[in-house]
């Protein structure tokens, strides 16, 4: 699988506002359409109100292609249920800072599978409380609507943490990418690329577009 750098631009659809009665061909126009990773949000109804689905959906859209899967999961105790996210085929997980367990120790679990480690903080977290972590991640995600939604509009005071995140990478020389979630479309992704981050996740402006490549071309173009 290619190598991504924090200087490539990755789209990312959202499974989360796809037709789930008909996942996998939901996932493979999302791949034609040009989507560069899948983005599949994980919900307990308990960190986050709602609920979506768990590692049996990852299994089952990692059997039906080979596309990048960033998994996202919005759940209370990431430690616990992170051999099954491993097991079912996820390239990149990310846990939130806010969720209650040992977080470094969580990310080295991740890594030690082989696996991606990202890191994700909500809206309202500031970045302090990530920054001790930032040399033990590959992705930092910056949360632009408060988790538990699709279809939520995209908060622009989050950019300052995505600036300042971007200058705390080159000041301490690492490579870790930045992701931006909730409320992504064309649009705000000027915002959010122009205060740094290269990994857009966009569910509704995606998958509920009229036509998914104008979309994800749009993206590209933004
Ligand atoms: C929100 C999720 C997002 C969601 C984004 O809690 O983490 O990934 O799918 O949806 P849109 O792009 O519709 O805001
Ligand atoms: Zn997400």
Redesign the pocket.
Known sequence: MKRWTHSDRIVAP????ADFSRIAEECSRAIAAGGDWL?L?V?DGHF?E?ISFGPAMVEAIHATNDIFLDV?L?ITNPDRYLPQFLKAGADLISVHVEADHDLASTLAEIRKAGCLAGL?FNPATPLSEVEPFLDQIDLLLA????????????MPEVMPKVEEAVRLRSERALEFHIEV?????PSTAVAASAAGANVL????????APDMSAAVRAFRDA
């Open positions: 959202s499974v989360l506002a983005h949000d919900m986050v709602n996202h919005m994700a949360m632009t609507v408060v988790p538990g939604f699709g279809g939520q509009s995209f979630d909730g409320g992504i479309d996740v966009a569910g509704s402006s995606t998958f509920k």
